[in-house]
């Protein structure tokens, strides 16, 4: 049935000031990278509506995020997070694009979907913007499978070099989600350690020590994420695509290659195949330097288009 690609010109339009890591140039590349990819199902990614939001944001905080986006020029929420006129429409774009892959996947209309969005969405907690994140996207995007078409386990891997604290928050008390994290420990934003376990034991942090690479990380998906998917069947599974741990990038320091973003995808997507109808959800995170995300974020729709077809 093939793969969707969820994009949309608004997602240029939230500006971060200049020398910022999330930056407008990220989702250039990425696109850039893509661009000359054939047998992709191209799709606008609409705007989320509060009903998606409010599945895991208070009314409150959403009432806070659009009254803080700026007529002009940027506005910085926190130590992290920025916002420009057109933010709110960007962020409501890369959750509504989620939602509309998943929509897509469970209908059938396509197998899998990548959603080449910002800004990223897996450290915005239920009250709390931060790490360039204002919506949970993926979380919610999972909530929606839940809610509306039922789903009733539902995986989630987060293979960004941070940690996925938003998620976890949004999703702890969440017994239809399987939620997993690698991350670097020690880093930004500090959480994620193993004994974080959600309330019904479906959250799996699986910290990685500064410096880990391709073969160490395969080592543990291997004893510790695959297995666990195994028994678990997923209905969906979903990916937060963060390409951060990648050996170039200037946040941290994991020493991934893109051949490991290939080898970790290929191992999602059969799983998906065996337990679900190959049925894959993946959405942008993190990653910086910009060649090594778009060259590691074509690998991996690169397989998806593959597993897909």
């Known amino acids: 049935m093939g793969t969707a690609l969820y994009w949309h010109d608004d997602c240029l339009g939230h500006v971060t000031p200049p020398g910022h890591p999330e930056q407008v140039a990220r989702l250039e590349h990425v696109r850039a990278a893509l661009a000359g990819m054939g047998g992709l199902?191209?799709?606008?990614?609409?705007?989320a509506q509060d009903a998606t939001i409010l599945r895991g944001h208070p009314q409150s905080y959403l009432d806070k995020i659009v009254a803080s986006e700026p007529a002009a020029g940027t506005v910085q929420l926190d130590d992290d997070t920025h916002m420009?006129?057109?933010?709110?429409?960007?962020?409501?774009?890369?959750?509504g694009g989620a939602?509309?892959?998943v929509d897509a996947v469970m209908a059938g209309e396509v197998t899998n979907a990548f959603v080449a969005t910002r800004p990223p969405g897996h450290h915005a907690e239920r009250e709390t913007h931060m790490g360039f994140c204002l919506f949970g996207n993926v979380a919610l995007a999972a909530k929606h499978a839940m809610e509306v078409h039922g789903l009733t386990r539902v995986a989630i891997v987060d293979f960004d070099v941070h940690h996925g604290n938003g998620t976890q928050d949004l999703l702890w008390d969440e017994g239809r989600a399987l939620f997993f994290s690698s991350h670097q420990s020690p880093l930004w934003p500090g959480t994620g350690a193993p004994d974080e376990k959600g309330a019904h034991d479906q959250v799996v942090n699986l910290p990685l020590a500064?410096?880990?690479g391709g073969a160490e990380m395969r080592a543990v998906y291997e004893e510790q994420v695959f297995p666990r998917i195994d028994t678990y069947r997923p209905e969906l599974l979903?990916?937060?695509?963060?390409?951060?741990?990648?050996?170039a990038d200037p946040l941290a320091n994991l020493n991934w290659e893109v051949a490991d973003y290939v080898w970790l995808?290929?191992?999602?997507c059969d799983l998906a195949a065996k337990h679900c109808g190959a049925r894959v959800v993946s959405a942008l995170e993190g990653g910086y330097d910009l060649e090594a995300l778009a060259e590691s974020a074509a690998a991996h729709v690169k397989v998806l288009k593959e597993k897909g077809a």
């Open 41 to 47: 199902d191209r799709r606008e990614a609409p705007l």
């Open 84 to 95: 420009s006129p057109g933010s709110v429409a960007a962020a409501r774009r890369a959750l």
């Open 99 to 101: 939602v509309a892959a």
């Open 210 to 212: 500064p410096m880990t």
């Open 238 to 247: 979903m990916i937060s695509a963060g390409f951060d741990a990648h050996r």
């Open 265 to 268: 995808t290929e191992k999602l």
